[in-house]
Structures are given as C-alpha cells and as structure tokens.
C-alpha cells in the first residue's frame, strides 16, 4: 500500500519518503508518526496511540511527543498557524486533514469468515540478549496455543517476524498480513522481576479489544511462558467471539455470512433465558442455512439443545436425542473441533453415560488443553460420580485458565459440590453463596447455594436462596434440579435430596 498526498509519496513497505520523487531524509520516529497519520486520516489520533504505535508504551514526556510533531510540521511545511497537512484538535489530539490517496489500498473489511490474528514479535524495551530470547519464544508459544482455538486463523511466525524491526503500524501489518486483529506488545526487565505487556487490536476499527500486563519473577521463567501463553489463548476463546458479536450487531441481518450468525448466537446462548436460548437457536440455524457443512455452528445448536434439557426449556427428552444428534454432525464435519467435542461428552452426560462423557471431554482437552469450558466440564462429571479430588484439580484449571468465563458460576459451583465431598461444609457454602452471586447464574445455582447452606446450618441463607431460586424459576423442584445435575446415588446426592426438600422443594 503507498499513500499519496500533496507533493509525497510514502511506501511502507520500503520505509520511504519521498517528495516530487526525491527521498527525503527523516528521523524514524517522525517517519512513524507521518505513517500513522495518513493511515488514520479518516479519524483523530490521541497522544495516547501516538505514545502506544511510535514509543511503544514507554513512559514519554509531553514535551517529547510535541518535540517530534514540530519535526513533522517542518517537514510538511506547516509553519505558525498553517495548518494545511496536521490540524491540531486541542484537548484531543490530532488529525491529518490533507487529501490521502492510498494505492494498492485493499477492499473496506467486513465481518466476513473465521477471524484472523497476526501475532508481532514483541518489543523489547530494557534486558539482555536472554529477555530477547524469552519474548521471541514466548511469541512462538503464544501463537501455538491460539492455534488450538481451530476456530481462529493464525497467521504463521514466518510472516509475523517479518516485522520485527519495521515498527510498522497495525493498519498496515493488517493489510500485508489479511488479519483482522493483530496482537503486539513489549518485553522488559525491572530487577529481577519480567514485565509482559500485550494488547490486542481490532484493524478494522483501530479499537483495543483485549489487554494484559504480566509480571513473572527470573526465577520462574521456564513456568511463565506456558502459563501466561495459555491463559492468554483462553481469555481469547471468548473474548474475539464477544467482539465479533458486538460487530455483527451493528450490521443488518442481511449483509451477515455464516460466521456472523454464529457469532451474535454464541453471545446469545450464555445468557441462560429461554427467550436468548430460543433467539441463539435460531442463529446457528440461520448460520447452517448459509453454509450447511459449518461445524461450529450445528455444535452450538447441540449447546442449545443441551439447555433446553437442563433447564427444562423443552421435553427433556427430545432436547436430549437433539444435543446429542447436533453433537455427532458437528463431529462428522470437524473431528478436530473440540467445541463439538465438548458438546459430545455433554450429550452423554445426560445420558447418564458418564464414561463416554469423559472420553469425548477428554477428547476436547487433548485437542485444546487450555480449554477451560473443557476443563470445567470434566470437573462437574467428577463431582457428579463422587470424586471430589479431580473435581477440584479440574475446576481449578478452568478458573486459572478463565477467570470470568460465562460459565465461572458453574466452575465456582464445581468446587461447592468438591467441598461438600471433602467434608468441609463451611466451604461448600461460602463457595456456593458465591457462584449464586456471579452473573448469569441461573435457579439450579440459587438451588444449590440453598442446600449447601442448609447443610452446613445456615437457615436464614438457605431461605434466601431458595426465594431467589423460585423468583427465577417459580416451578424449581427436586425433580428438575436432579435431571440436571444427574448425581450417582451415594451420600452427595442424598444430602443435598434432604436439604432441597426441608427447603419446601
């Protein structure tokens, strides 16, 4: 892409400059700012994105950042109050306000086929060779990890690292690169301890969707990499997929393809109404109606499905036969997704084919390890069949791996029902109050934090969640709790039985 204004020409791609066809000779920070301004001229430019796209972050005085506009002013030949190339918006920033003709220029983006991201060496600001060694591996483990999303197109090293030393601006790495989002962020030694900073941007919109600071002592630096990679890439698993919904909403029905209904009915299905269960049904179904072999879509019809049964939405039956029907198409489709995986095993469970459960649960951690949803799933199956120990490890991964999914209530609820087992009944309640109080908690969690305060001879609580249950759900019963939560016959199930009963359930 080269752009064109006035007597200039800037080629990115070289790193150019010229004027009237002759190289003009700038310093690389005003080159960098002449670059972001041209390819944002559409829209104003804070100090903030100057700080973040020029310096990279780093802690640059006022001063500094008016030192290098002045430059560029020179440069273009706006002098005093000339504003003919840079009009200054006090209080706000800046806008390039000359006529930019962009060569080369790709097509306007649209919400359109599985999002992409490019992942950028980091920068690193402060430390030796061995910080350098760390941000380039910890790049490569990064970009392994968001490549067992399956859902996300990656863009390979080999392509990312091309811009190591460009100090390219996102627009332009989105351009070379067809990435929809662009991670990027610095490395940087402070003692002992090792500051990570990372950002994730949306290139159509310029806006910041995800960002991430991590500190990690020198001690623990073989530790540190994998962890951070891997809960990155869950946070990942669920927040690209909020934005795109949030996009698709500001597009008309029409202009969306497959991947856009799906989208707006992932978002809609974790809300855990009939109406938004309904609303997220109908999406996958248009999504499968645009593109009839989409994987990801007939798995969340299984997730939907899965919900009409546990919540008594629909005949439990059927909803039944229906999740798991979904589940097994999803799989013909794509054997390596493992969000058809994970509907799979969820279908068995309520099946009360626990063992299968656990094969196809499994099966969707060996495809992604940092699946949490994966991860918390295999935990209830353990608490479900008394097994508080891997109850607890797994749950444990999951909150470690994402700590404000939309499903943390369950996790929390997960270590409730753990606690329960272990004995340790003061703990069962305290977890179970606090799975209640997370959004998007649903009857079966009031239900659960009653009896597990009722167990543990906390009356006054145990009332309180029981009203808050039948505010939820009027006709919550024993009966429907255990369709849901289908727990072995053993000492768990019976006491928690006793507790919902002596609560008028």
């Not at 806008?95 to 992409?116: C, D, M, T, W, Y």
Request: glycine share 6%; with cysteine; charged share 20%.
């Amino acid at each position: 892409m080269i752009y064109r204004f006035a007597s200039f020409t800037l080629d990115p791609e070289r790193g150019d400059l010229r004027r009237n066809g002759q190289l003009v000779s700038v310093e690389r920070q005003v080159w960098d700012l002449l670059h972001l301004f041209v390819a944002n001229a559409d829209r104003l430019v804070g100090r903030e994105e100057i700080v973040a796209q020029v310096w990279h972050g780093r802690a640059i005085s006022d001063a500094a950042v008016d030192s290098r506009i002045s430059s560029l002013r020179r440069l273009l030949g706006d002098y005093g109050q000339r504003q003919e190339h840079l009009k200054t918006v006090h209080g706000r920033g800046f806008r390039f306000i000359a006529p930019v003709r962009i060569e080369g220029a790709p097509l306007a983006q649209s919400l359109s086929g599985a999002p992409s991201v490019a992942v950028l060496p980091l920068v690193v600001l402060t430390g030796a060779t061995e910080l350098r060694q760390f941000a380039d591996a910890f790049i490569h483990d990064l970009i392994q990890a968001l490549s067992r999303l399956h859902w996300l197109v990656v863009i390979a090293r080999g392509s990312t690292f091309r811009f190591r030393d460009a100090q390219t601006p996102t627009s332009a790495v989105a351009t070379a690169l067809d990435a929809r989002y662009v991670f990027s962020g610095t490395a940087e030694a402070q003692g002992r301890t090792r500051v990570l900073s990372l950002l994730l941007e949306d290139t159509a919109t310029g806006r910041i969707v995800w960002s991430d600071r991590s500190e990690f002592s020198t001690d623990d630096v073989a530790g540190a990499r994998n962890a951070i990679a891997s809960r990155i890439a869950a946070e990942i698993e669920s927040d690209i997929p909020a934005h795109e919904a949030l996009s698709a909403l500001g597009l008309g029905t029409e202009a969306l393809d497959a991947w856009g209904h799906y989208h707006l009915g992932v978002e809609r299905m974790y809300r855990f109404t009939r109406a938004d269960n309904r609303a997220a049904t109908d999406y996958f179904q248009q999504a499968l109606r645009l593109d009839p072999r989409f994987a990801r879509a007939r798995a969340g019809l299984s997730f939907t499905s899965f919900q009409d049964a546990f919540l008594h939405y629909a005949t439990p039956e059927r909803a039944i036969q229906a999740a798991r029907d979904h589940a097994e198409a999803a799989m013909s489709l794509d054997p390596r997704d493992p969000f058809a995986a994970l509907q799979l095993g969820r279908a068995f469970w309520l099946e009360d084919a626990f063992d299968d459960s656990i094969f196809w649960i499994g099966k969707a951690i060996e495809l992604n390890p940092n699946y949490a949803q994966a991860h918390y799933s295999l935990g209830l199956i353990n608490a479900l069949t008394d097994n508080p120990d891997p109850a607890m490890a797994c749950s444990g991964s999951a909150l470690r791996l994402s700590p404000i999914d939309p499903l943390t209530y369950g996790m929390i609820g997960v270590r409730s029902f753990g606690s329960l087992q272990r004995g340790d009944l003061q703990a069962a309640a305290s977890l179970a109050d606090r799975a209640a109080r997370t959004p998007g908690a649903h009857f079966v969690i009031s239900m659960i934090a009653s009896a597990m305060n009722e167990i543990a001879g906390h009356s006054d609580r145990a009332v309180s969640w029981s009203a808050t249950a039948r505010d939820k759900r009027p006709d919550a019963s024993r009966a429907q709790f255990f369709n849901s939560l289908r727990f072995v016959p053993g000492e768990s199930r019976s006491r928690i039985d006793s507790a919902l009963a002596r609560q008028g359930f």
